[in-house]
């Protein structure tokens, strides 16, 4: 629960941060303006695949085990917010596979929150459940490819994991 609390807490402050970067660095959004923050490097691409590794920590459990997140976003009409879908995979006894719609937002250009409702199954893909996936990640772009930092909480009816680990996309 302190780690949850921890995280949450550690979230706002990005949010307010983020807001507060914005406010004072708002440009006009002529044409080249566009063009400039293109060349610059802080365009963020309208497709991203991704690919998050970490090892996932379960709370009731307490126990850990490898998981891997794989997603494909779009942004919407050059916006801040993206829609797409992603699949959750943990290396267990506990056959969590999630699938899900994904909604996420970049309030500053690394920085982005994703929620993923979806459909928990068993490794026979039976069994479904209700699951919701939530990820804080941070990226630092080396040409099309980003890498960075990841923060995931997951729940399902029978328990919440969170997981620390490294994000890797491809965005075009």
């Keep these: 629960m302190r780690l949850l609390l ?64 794989l997603h494909y976003l779009r942004t919407i009409h050059h916006s801040k917010w993206g829609l797409g879908l992603g699949f959750e995979k943990i290396f267990d006894e506990h056959a969590h596979n999630i699938a899900g719609i994904i909604i996420s937002y970049r309030p500053i250009h690394p920085l982005s929150f994703s929620i993923s409702p979806g459909i928990n199954v068993d490794n026979r893909f039976k069994n479904p459940e209700f699951a919701i996936h939530g990820e804080i990640a941070y990226e630092f772009e080396f040409g099309n490819f980003h890498l960075g930092p990841v923060l995931d909480l997951a729940r399902d009816h029978e328990e919440i994991h969170i997981s620390l680990g490294v994000h890797f996309g491809y965005g075009f």
Excluded at 9 to 17: G, I, N, P, Q
Excluded at 41 to 67: Q, R
């Design 6 to 69: 921890i995280s949450l807490f550690m979230s706002a402050a990005l949010v307010l941060s983020a807001q507060q970067h914005e406010h004072h660095h708002h440009h006009d959004e002529d044409h080249s303006h566009h063009d400039h923050m293109h060349h610059e490097g802080h365009d963020h691409h309208e497709n991203e695949i991704g690919l998050a590794v970490a090892p996932v920590y379960f709370t009731k459990e307490k126990s850990v085990a490898l998981g891997m997140h």
